[in-house]
């Protein structure tokens, strides 16, 4: 079995900062890339938009990044802790979403798997 737990979101005005925080946890092998999606208003699960993703193997490359949202969020991560973090700087109104986390992984019972948080809603407005 395998967590994903998120923390962080809420309301900001434009041109404000948040930051989310997203713990992996329970059966894991080894990690391969976490990242995170946010799934706007109005849109359907399978519209979610990929905002950033980051690599936990050596080699792996990356981060990677959706034009949107280059220059104003950075992702992060801490291998020890599986952890992945996103700074978002310089909020716009567009960036209203809820945003998850995600993982591709491999777990010590049943192989590679996708994996996702619960969603944390971000709501950038004045």
């Not at 948040?18 to 391969?32: D, E, M, N, V």
Request: hydrophobic share 30%.
């Amino acid at each position: 079995q395998v967590q994903l737990v998120q923390s962080g979101g809420g309301l900001v005005q434009p041109g404000g900062s948040l930051r989310l925080t997203c713990t992996a946890s329970g059966s894991i092998f080894s990690i391969y890339t976490m990242g995170w999606y946010r799934q706007a208003p109005g849109k359907k699960q399978e519209e979610r938009e990929l905002v950033a993703s980051i690599s936990f193997i050596r080699g792996g490359g990356g981060p990677h990044y959706a034009e949107s949202v280059k220059d104003r969020f950075t992702i992060t991560k801490d291998n020890t802790q599986n952890t992945v973090y996103l700074q978002m700087d310089s909020l716009k109104p567009e960036d209203t979403a809820v945003y998850y986390c995600s993982a591709g992984l491999i777990t010590t019972q049943t192989g590679w798997g996708d994996y996702w948080g619960q969603g944390t809603q971000v709501t950038v407005s004045s």
